[in-house]
C-alpha cells in the first residue's frame, strides 16, 4: 500500500487526502499550524489520521508521494528534505490530474484569473457542459474528481501550484499576464516567476490551445523561446496580425477556423480594460471549446463581477464605494484605476511585497484626489506619494480609513478600495479585508 503525506490541511490538503483514500492509499496528514474546524471535521469522519501544530520529520520521509500545499515554498527544510531522498512532491492539480481524463481549461496570470476562471465556468454551464470549478476557486480538484467527476474543469492556477505539477496536461491553457508579484518566493528574479507562469504550457500537444494576451512585454518575450506543439490563439485590445482576438471600433472580433463571430464592447457585462482582456480569454477557450457563438455571447453579457474584484458596494451621499480588495499587487491596482471614470479617493496600504509605485504614479496624478494609507506601517506608501496628490492620510484600521474617505470624498467622487499590497498587517486575508470594507461602506447608510 503506497503511502500518502499531505503537507497543509487546507481545501487542497483536505482534497488530496480524500483522493489518496478513495484509490487505496495509507494516508497522513500534517500542518505546521492549526487545522480549520471543518477540515478538521472531514478529517475525524474520515479517520483519517493527522496531526498540527507541527510537522514529524519521520513520518513524512517514510512517505513514497508527498503532497505540497501550495502555501509551503519549496525551500521549507522538510520540502527539501525529502527531495533530497527522492521523494516525489506534487501539487494537488498534479496528483488529481494523474486520476481523470477530464478536459482541462487552466488560467494563469498576474491578475484576472479569478475573473476569468469565474467567467469561463460561467460561459462552459450555460452551454450545459458537465464542468467543475478547482484551482484557487470552488472545490478542490482532487476532491472532485474523488466525489463528483466532471467531464470539464476550469482551474485557477498561481504559480504556486505550477511548481509541483510535472505530467499534468492543460488542453486550453491561458496566461493572462505576467507582472513582479511574489517576488520573494522566486529570489527577486522575474525570468524565475515567468518560468513558473509557463510551466502551464509543458505536455500539450498539437491538440491542445495556448490563449495568451500577445502585448504583454514578458509573455511575448517568453513565447519566442518556448517550444510549444499547442494551436496559438492570442489576443489584442487593437487590429493586429496573427490575432485570434482583437478589438477594432467598439467591437470584439473573434476569428479561428471555422468560425468567426464579434460583440460590441458594451454588450460585455465587466467594465473596464483588463475586464475587456478577461473577456476575450474566456470567449476564445469558449469558441476553441465549440460552443454556439450565441451562448458564448449571452454569458459575457449576463455574467455578475466577481466578490472583491472591482465590486460595487453602495452610493452614499453621491459618493461610490467599490471594493478592489483583491488588488494584492501593483499592477491589478493599475487596472482599477484605468476603469476609473470619476475623481477618485483611493485606498492604498497592507504587506508590502517589494513593490514598485512607478506603474501607477501616472494614473494617481491623473485620476486620484486624495490616497488614504491603511496600514501598519505606512512610511513607504507616505514617502512614495507625498506631493503627488491633494490629500494624502495615514491610517491604522478600516474605520479610521473609511471616515478619512468620507472626509476626502465629495457627491460624484469615486472611494476604491484597491490596496496594491497583500491584507496580512491588519486582515487575515484580502476577502476578510474585503468584506469589512464593504460592512464599513453599509453603516454609513
Known amino acids: 500500500m503506497q503511502k500518502l503525506v499531505i503537507l497543509g490541511a487546507g481545501e487542497s490538503g483536505i482534497g488530496a487526502a480524500i483522493l489518496g483514500l478513495a484509490k487505496g492509499m495509507e494516508v497522513w496528514v500534517s500542518d505546521a499550524g492549526k487545522i480549520p474546524a471543518k477540515h478538521l471535521a472531514t478529517l475525524q469522519q474520515r479517520n483519517i489520521p493527522y496531526e498540527e501544530g507541527g510537522h514529524t520529520p519521520e513520518r513524512i520521509l517514510e512517505a513514497d508521494i508527498v503532497i505540497k500545499s501550495p502555501g509551503i515554498p519549496p525551500t521549507a527544510p522538510i520540502v527539501e528534505e525529502c527531495v533530497r531522498r527522492g521523494i516525489p512532491v506534487l501539487s494537488e492539480i498534479e496528483f488529481a490530474g494523474m486520476y481523470t481524463d477530464a478536459k482541462m481549461i487552466c488560467i494563469t496570470g498576474s491578475n484576472g484569473k479569478t475573473t476569468t476562471t469565474m467567467l469561463t465556468y460561467h460561459i462552459l454551464r450555460k452551454a450545459g457542459l458537465d464542468v467543475g470549478l478547482a484551482g484557487n476557486v470552488g472545490f478542490s480538484l482532487a476532491r472532485q474528481v474523488a466525489e463528483e467527476p466532471h467531464a470539464y474543469y476550469v482551474i485557477e492556477l498561481s504559480s504556486f501550484q505550477l511548481e509541483n505539477m510535472y505530467r499534468f496536461r492543460a488542453n486550453i491553457a491561458i496566461i493572462l499576464n505576467i507582472t513582479p508579484d511574489h517576488m520573494d518566493r522566486y529570489d527577486h528574479k522575474m525570468e524565475n516567476y515567468t518560468a513558473a507562469k509557463f510551466r502551464i504550457l509543458q505536455n500539450q500537444t498539437s491538440d491542445d490551445y495556448f490563449i495568451y494576451w500577445m502585448d504583454d512585454p514578458v509573455i511575448a518575450r517568453q513565447v519566442r523561446n518556448v517550444q510549444s506543439e499547442a494551436i496559438r490563439l492570442p489576443f489584442a485590445d487593437h487590429p493586429v496580425e496573427g490575432a485570434a482576438a482583437w478589438v477594432e471600433n467598439g467591437i470584439v472580433h473573434y476569428a479561428l477556423p471555422g468560425d468567426v463571430w464579434e460583440i460590441p464592447c458594451d454588450r460585455i457585462s465587466l467594465p473596464g480594460l483588463h475586464n475587456l482582456y478577461n473577456s476575450m480569454a474566456a470567449g476564445l477557450s469558449a469558441t476553441a471549446l465549440k460552443i454556439d457563438d450565441n451562448i458564448i455571447r449571452s454569458a459575457l453579457e449576463d455574467f455578475e463581477a466577481v466578490e ?138
Not at 482599477?336 to 504614479?361: H, R
Not at 496600514?375 to 506608501?381: A, H, I, Q, S
Not at 490596496?419 to 479585508?433: G, H, I, K, N, V
Open 308 to 445: 472583491h474584484r472591482l465590486e460595487f458596494v453602495a452610493e452614499v451621499d453621491g459618493v461610490r464605494y467599490i471594493n478592489d480588495s483583491k488588488a494584492t499587487n501593483v499592477n491589478s491596482t493599475w487596472y482599477a484605476l484605468e476603469s476609473m471614470t470619476s475623481p477618485t479617493v483611493l485606498i492604498l496600504g497592507g504587506k508590502d511585497k517589494g513593490n514598485d509605485y512607478s506603474e501607477i504614479l501616472p494614473l494617481v496624478k491623473e485620476k486620484v484626489k486624495a490616497i488614504v494609507c491603511m496600514g501598519v506601517d505606512n512610511r513607504k506608501l507616505i514617502d512614495y506619494f507625498t506631493g503627488a496628490v491633494p490629500m494624502l492620510y495615514d491610517t491604522h484600521s478600516l474605520e479610521e480609513a473609511v471616515r478619512a474617505c468620507v472626509s476626502a470624498a465629495r457627491p460624484g467622487d469615486t472611494v476604491l478600495l484597491s490596496p496594491c499590497c497583500a491584507s496580512f498587517d491588519l486582515f487575515t486575508s484580502y476577502e476578510d479585508r474585503g468584506r469589512q470594507f464593504k460592512q464599513a461602506v453599509r453603516t454609513l447608510l
